[in-house]
């Protein structure tokens, strides 16, 4: 069973070492993503907050737009995961599904 152990280990370490990036990269990467979607949250409440604070519309505005944050958040995950993908053919697809038409 010891050797079972070492040799489960040992091929471990090979597939690590076969992976072209190092795991520190996509560990970047997610970290990256977490904090964009985090910042987008909290600037779009912090925009709503700020409006309703102004207009005195409590709490509208705050919920609006951390909605709105929300969304820009997932958005840039998909931006992120999608790179070559263009965001606005994606509605210019589906008003095309809609109407029968196809597109150019």
Not at 39 to 67: C, E, H, K, N
């Amino acid at each position: 069973m010891h050797f079972l152990g070492c040799q489960t280990i040992l091929i471990g370490r090979e597939r690590n070492m076969a992976i072209d990036e190092p795991p520190q990269i996509g560990m970047h990467s997610g970290m990256r993503l977490a904090t964009e979607l985090a910042s987008a949250v909290l600037i779009g409440g912090a925009m709503g907050y700020g409006l309703d604070r102004w207009l005195g519309s409590q709490p509208w505005m705050t919920i609006l737009f951390f909605f709105f944050g929300m969304a820009a958040g997932f958005l840039n995950l998909y931006r992120a995961a999608y790179p070559d993908r263009d965001t606005r053919s994606i509605v210019t697809e589906h008003k095309d599904q809609k109407s029968g038409r196809t597109p150019p």
